[in-house]
């Protein structure tokens, strides 16, 4: 379990529960007769009563004592996604042979997958597969796992996933500079000044900062990933878009609720616009004659960068944090923000970006 614990990652499993939840579930025993699930079914493949000869060789390059073991991955993955026992009502491994003979086995798996990405229950219902011929070998689930991994990070925009994993396919990380010479090439579309801008962009120091701060000169997918559910969609116009942001002086990013109330109390009557705890929403928080105030602006969709406040008409970020400023009578931004600086450095190629471009305008 703690060999399992320390490489979950490299597994392709981000779990959400703490580090006891999961070695409990690698450790429970949940069939009344005190045998494991893994040891239940340890001796599938093995059982005199399944006819192997019946179904051949088909997988091709798994030895039946391998595909016991992926059996038992699969149920462990299993265990682990849905938090449930994969086979509570299964007391000895002849009512598991009952259960693949009754062809339940397909309403069983799906009802505790269905949280999980379709490539994941994919991959997880051929490990449990009766034929232990037919699961994959080891090294075919660590090829998935790979790709699973990233598909979960970008899901939710396929041009993001297609470009990470046509450019850096099995990584999780990649140096800035790297990154950015190929997204300007991504974008370029043959032309020399829109490649010329898309470079000044993504070279813009508090742009650049921004994407690294877990560490300086690396990128992280997750950092991208979760830049994106607010900033996205991911083309031509993300990293202009980002850096008109930036460049507002009232954004700062991910900021606690406290430390938020703190930097406010510094500067009466001022605002400041933080992330919300909802992936794509941000909100407005204004200290209006020592009063703490906080508006809610909503992502409309993911595939368009507008939003809404309340019931509101649709508007780009910077229009929204404008409206929301003007009702409150506000004119002054909470200083001292990460990006301060980014005013100064804000860079002229929006406009050219905005001349070059037929498509939607940034911001």
């Given at each position: 379990p703690e060999s399992l614990l320390s490489s979950k990652r490299h597994m392709g499993l981000t779990l959400s529960r703490d580090e006891e939840h999961v070695k409990e579930a690698l450790m429970e025993c949940t069939p009344p007769m005190g045998q494991s699930e893994l040891s239940l079914t340890s001796r599938l493949s093995r059982d005199s009563s399944v006819p192997l000869e019946k179904h051949g060789n088909k997988g091709g390059g798994i030895s039946t004592s391998e595909a016991t073991d992926v059996f038992s991955f699969g149920l462990l993955c299993v265990r682990l996604i849905s938090n449930q026992s994969a086979l509570p009502q299964l007391h000895t491994h002849n009512d598991l042979f009952r259960m693949f003979a009754s062809g339940d086995e397909d309403e069983v798996w799906e009802g505790l997958l269905f949280s999980a990405l379709e490539s994941l229950r994919k991959l997880v219902r051929q490990c449990v597969q009766l034929n232990p011929f037919s699961r994959p070998p080891f090294w075919t689930i660590a090829n998935e796992l790979y790709d699973i991994r990233i598909e979960k990070q970008l899901h939710f925009d396929k041009a993001a996933l297609q470009f990470w994993m046509k450019h850096f396919h099995k990584e999780m990380r990649v140096e800035f500079e790297r990154f950015s010479e190929i997204f300007t090439e991504h974008f370029a579309v043959g032309s020399d000044a829109y490649s010329f801008v898309i470079g000044e962009a993504i070279q813009s120091k508090p742009l650049k900062r921004y994407l690294t701060q877990r560490t300086a000169k690396i990128l992280y997918l997750e950092d991208l990933s979760d830049t994106l559910k607010y900033f996205g969609p991911f083309d031509a116009h993300f990293l202009s878009n980002l850096s008109k942001v930036?460049?507002?002086?009232?954004?700062?990013?991910?900021?606690?609720?406290?430390?938020?109330l703190a930097e406010l109390e510094k500067c009466k009557d001022s605002y400041l616009?933080?992330?919300?705890?909802?992936?794509?929403?941000?909100?407005?928080?204004?200290?209006?004659?020592?009063?703490?105030?906080?508006?809610?602006?909503?992502?409309?969709?993911?595939?368009?960068?507008?939003?809404?406040?309340?019931?509101?008409?649709?508007?780009?970020?910077?229009?929204?944090?404008?409206?929301?400023?003007e009702k409150m009578r506000l004119v002054h931004i909470c200083p001292g923000n990460p990006f301060q600086d980014a005013a100064n450095h804000h860079i002229s190629f929006l406009q050219v970006m905005k001349n070059l471009s037929s498509g939607e305008g940034s911001g």
């Open positions: 930036l460049s507002t002086g009232w954004f700062w990013g991910q900021l606690s609720e406290s430390d938020c616009v933080r992330y919300a705890s909802s992936p794509g929403s941000f909100t407005f928080t204004a200290n209006v004659n020592g009063n703490i105030t906080k508006i809610r602006i909503s992502r409309t969709s993911e595939s368009e960068r507008m939003f809404v406040i309340g019931q509101g008409e649709p508007r780009t970020l910077v229009e929204a944090v404008a409206l929301a400023a």
